[in-house]
């Protein structure tokens, strides 16, 4: 069975320093996807990156960055000189890819992260 | 395009009263899919459809119906609500196919079951 774990609840940074949150996924499947979206507080779900199994080239967008390692199972998310607009619940999401995908995903809880001026 | 559309965007039902969640896309999209939205629970997955025709239960199926008549379509119903269900619901699409990209999600429905 695939698991999403979030071990971080809620962050709170102040703006400008740099933060990590955490994602460690559970899978048996050689082919899997992973995910982040972003929730801010008006409620919608925000397309951040998809990564195949794969590829495990990190990947940077802006301030974003995303360090995927097969080896831990880990799939984390970096942001570097954090701004009060950053402030939002952050989702790490897994796809088993066997079955298209057609299943849906699995997410973690979310991580919480506030962004204090 | 309009994406992911659903409505109601909120919602207060009665124990026992039924009611559905309607959820549209228009990017002939084959694979949709509802989700429920709890406090601490991040998202879980309710049903899925690969097409029009064809459903499948997800993670937490039980107390919800769902049904695929065609490709834009994918409503949820509820059909005895209970305070258990009360929720934000999201609906997804995502282009057919192997590759696995995004999933479009819906705006949400915020349900409320007294």
């Known amino acids: 069975a695939q698991k999403v774990t979030q071990a971080q609840t809620e962050i709170s940074v102040v703006e400008k320093e740099d933060v990590t949150l955490d994602c460690v996924y559970e899978?048996?499947?050689?082919?899997?996807?992973l995910f982040w979206y972003k929730q801010p507080p008006s409620g919608e779900l925000v397309f951040l990156i998809r990564?195949?199994?794969?590829?495990?080239q990190n990947e940077i967008s802006g301030r974003y960055s995303w360090n995927f390692q097969k080896s831990t199972s880990s799939f984390n998310f970096t942001i570097t000189a954090s701004q009060v607009v950053d402030s939002a619940v952050y989702f790490c999401a897994l796809s088993e890819g066997s079955g298209g995908g057609a299943d849906g995903l699995t997410f973690g809880k979310g991580t919480h992260l506030i962004i204090q001026p | 395009n309009a994406g992911v559309t659903q409505t109601p965007k909120f919602q207060v039902l009665k124990t026992g009263q039924s009611m559905t969640l309607q959820c549209a896309q228009d990017m002939n999209h084959e694979y949709m899919s509802w989700y429920r939205q709890d406090p601490g629970m991040g998202l879980r997955l309710i049903h899925y459809?690969?097409?029009?025709?064809?459903?499948d239960q997800g993670e937490v199926p039980n107390g919800y119906n769902v049904s695929r008549s065609t490709t834009e379509d994918f409503p949820l119903r509820l059909l005895s609500a209970a305070p258990s269900q009360t929720s934000v619901y999201f609906c997804a699409s995502r282009p057919p196919g192997q590759r696995i990209y995004e999933q479009y999600f819906g705006p949400g429905t915020r349900l409320t079951v007294t």
């Open positions: 899978t048996r499947d050689t082919t899997y996807y």
């Open positions: 459809s690969v097409g029009a025709g064809i459903t």
């Open positions: 990564r195949n199994s794969f590829d495990e």
